[in-house]
């Protein structure tokens, strides 16, 4: 009997599975509805429930840190329990938040608010007016990217009648003033990019029509978006304009307060920030300037209005090194603060910039190991008197939230995070593996310190988008994977950033492929080193990692027990065309272009499926909320596996946005759902080997 293998690479459009892609379609929905329903009965039950309130009651646990930002002279935090799985919106001092037990005044309750409407909200977005008595608040529905954007009296804590409210889109706004807009949203005809995003910048003054805005800007609708903000560091109001030509290119604007526009002389790839007279940037390409030369992922620095009147005496404030690689930049009271990554060791070091100079000088009384994130307590940078919050943690230690006064002071703790699990014997170890063409592939392994040979091991990894993957405390895998006696891995991808602009490069566009040979290596690597077996491995990944587990399937099913794969990015031919899909051409290829599909064929696993493989059990789970990544692409993958008589399992939830659920028992649902599928399928059911 002949097998549909449909779609191939050989006749990529020939799809029988379209039809999966009408999002709210009723035999797309009847579909859903079987596929969840055969899911839950085989993975769910009473050993599910357990795992899932177990989790759930981690995530709601009251005394979680509540992560806080600055806004005048108030604290504010979202907060979600199970008493409020919405969340609420939450204020506080300083002062009291110091306090064992704050004492927190509420703003607004989500869960009320959703319900007095009948409708499914959340607050994903707060952007406060100077002087923060009035806010516009982003509400999606269920999690989504495109948000309805509505004003909030912050003295009343009430919706401002006749306000600022603009109907559901993707975008936002910032203030220019109490009674003007800079809105920089996909609503309105025409207004929209080819990947969904806001395609002008717009002055929206208050009692004026959304569609008679005055649009300050406007980029092509093939561009990714254009964005604005408003920034009053300097000695006069102005806005700062990013058309995003793709995700790594984008051309910078500043408008003053006059409204004179001038487009900044620069490289399309940097990093850019600026704050009064004075701007730091990385660059993403080698460039010259200046009669001087400098390389890929430099940072310089110099003063904005000596740039604008064409000097280009830059400062050097950061080298990279073929391990040691910038991770981010930002100002903080009048400071630029650089995070490096240094053979993934994290450090941290303050430029401050003057009239004789810059210096330059370590952030001190910090881990050089595990995971330290840092970013300014003050929400608006003209507000900043240089307070930084910094987050410490690592697989086997719980965050911590320290405060470190002006950039200065030495770290005092804050808030501690709770111990999730049992850590005792478990001890966390860095190793590398050798890829296909001799790359070297860090990985992170977290559980006993005994090799067994037969360990059940869990695998992420991300490999995309120059984002950095780090070894953070996770509370599920914790609880459910290395408490039950389990191992962890965590490998760093080339696509990622950890090493820089040509960790990047080399695992984009067409070398995406060597991005999932490196996962594939490390699983190898387990194995040989004589940590486990190829069947005891269980891998998971989501977004850009869905193409990674998909490929571990086709290309490397002899090296795993069971996959799951997460809210995931699979059909590299019709991406493009799917939600938000044009905006990650930068990091793939354009399909459309037969140079490019070459090479975008050979991982696009929905086409490279075959029959008669030996194919391990996969997971396939979606939202169908999810506006960025289309829910089509794990519908039409699960099914053509199915077609062709695989173990492929399919799980959608109505609600959660390009994440795992609304509330803390969604995700946790989401999560363990995952978990309970792989521990069976390597032989692992309930932790038991």
Known sequence: MTVDDRPTPSAPDDDPWLWLEEIEGKQALDFVERQN?????AFGGAAFARDRDILAAIYDRKDNIPYV??????????????????????????????????????????????????????????????GHSRAILSLSRGGSDAVTLREFDLATKAFVADGFTLPEAKGGVDWLDQDTLLLSSAHGEGMATSSGYARTVRLWRRGQPVDQAQVIIETTADHMAVSGMADDTGSAPRVWIVDQIDFFNHAIWLRDAAGTTTKLDLPTGVWMQAHGDWFAMKLRKDWSAGGRSFATDTVLGISLSAFIAGSRDFVVLFEPGPRRALQGLFW???????????????????CTPSAAGWSSATLGGLPQIGVVDIWPLDRHPSESNGDLLANVQDPLTPPSLLLIERGVASPTVLKQAPKTFTADGLVVTQHEAISIDGERIPYVQTGPAKETGDAPVYMSAYGGFAVAVKPYYNASLGKLWLERGGTTVQANLRGGGEFG??????????????????????????????VTRAKRIAAQGGSNGGILITNMLVRYPERF?????????IDMRRYTKLLAGASWIAEYGDPDKPEEWEWLKTYSAYHTAKPGQPYPPILIATT?????VHPGHARKMAAKLQAMGYEAWFYEPAAGGHGYGKDNKERAGFEVLGFRFLQEKIGWRDGEA
């Not at 329903?37 to 009965?41: D, Y």
């Open 561 to 569: 027990g069971a996959l799951f794969c997460t809210i995931p990015l």
């Open 332 to 350: 903080a009271g009048g400071k630029l603060v650089l995070s490096i990554l240094d053979e993934l060791k994290p450090q941290f070091e303050i």
């Open 37 to 41: 329903s055969l899911t839950l009965a």
């Open 624 to 628: 169908r909320r999810d506006d960025r």
């Open 69 to 130: 930002s600055r806004r005048g002279d108030d604290l504010h935090n979202l907060w979600k329990d199970a008493t409020n799985p919405r969340g609420l919106w939450r204020r506080t001092t300083l002062a009291e938040f110091r306090k064992a037990s704050p004492a927190w005044e509420t703003m607004l309750d989500i869960d009320q608010l959703a319900a007095s409407e009948s409708e499914d909200w959340l607050l994903s977005g707060i952007a406060t007016m100077p």
């Open 501 to 530: 602009t040509r960790w990047h490069d080399a695992g984009r566009l067409a070398g995406k492929k060597l991005s999932h040979d490196d996962f594939a290596a490390v699983a190898a690597d387990l194995v040989r080193r004589g």
